[in-house]
């Protein structure tokens, strides 16, 4: 049995039932728009990368296993975190602060390892057993640079402001507290306060 649990922009997430067995199956889907070799490369690519960052990540951060990679079908096979979506139930939850510390030393981790995800909110974000499971590292990409890290945070910080504008501000912070894990937080916070800079110098042009 298989089902379609999101469809984005770029993919299609299916959640798949083999007897007690559940996993999650990612498709690349085709762009029309696109010359279809670049596409078919792309895709392909793409498929490559996002896999072996989830191998490399596995065991380091909170995110599901890889089970299969099938790039010439552009599909990838993982683990199903069998949890919330924080993004839908973070207001029903007591202990916001300390799961956010969490994200922040889950983020400083990924960082550390020189992988950016490219796209952290809490819509990518399971809750399990009191756990964040990162997901949709469809947009990861490997880097050790200061700017890109500090980029990362900001996109983070962004997305708390539009999605839960209420509580933004102490989830953040929490967020800056346990990043202090990283070996390099002093320098991408500063960097980051830049890029913040920067982001309401033309928000206002």
Known sequence: MT??????????????KEGNKEVILKQRIKKSYRIPEIDEKLRKYRTRTEARIME??????????????DENKREIEMEFINGKRLSDHLDELANKESLFIQIGEQVAKLHDNGIIHGDLTTSNMILKDNKVYFIDFGLAFPSQKIEDKAVD?????????????????????????????????????????????????????
């Open 3 to 16: 089902k379609i649990i999101s469809r984005g922009a770029e993919a299609i997430i299916l959640e798949k």
């Open 56 to 69: 490399k990540l596995y065991g380091i951060v909170n995110a599901p296993k890889i089970i299969k990679v």
């Open 153 to 205: 945070l900001h996109l983070l910080r962004q997305a708390l402001e539009a999605k839960h504008f209420r509580d933004w501000h102490s989830l953040f912070n929490a967020v800056k507290e346990g990043y202090k894990k990283s070996k390099n937080h002093e320098e991408v916070i500063k960097r980051f306060e830049k890029v913040e800079k920067r982001g309401r110098y033309k928000s206002q042009i």
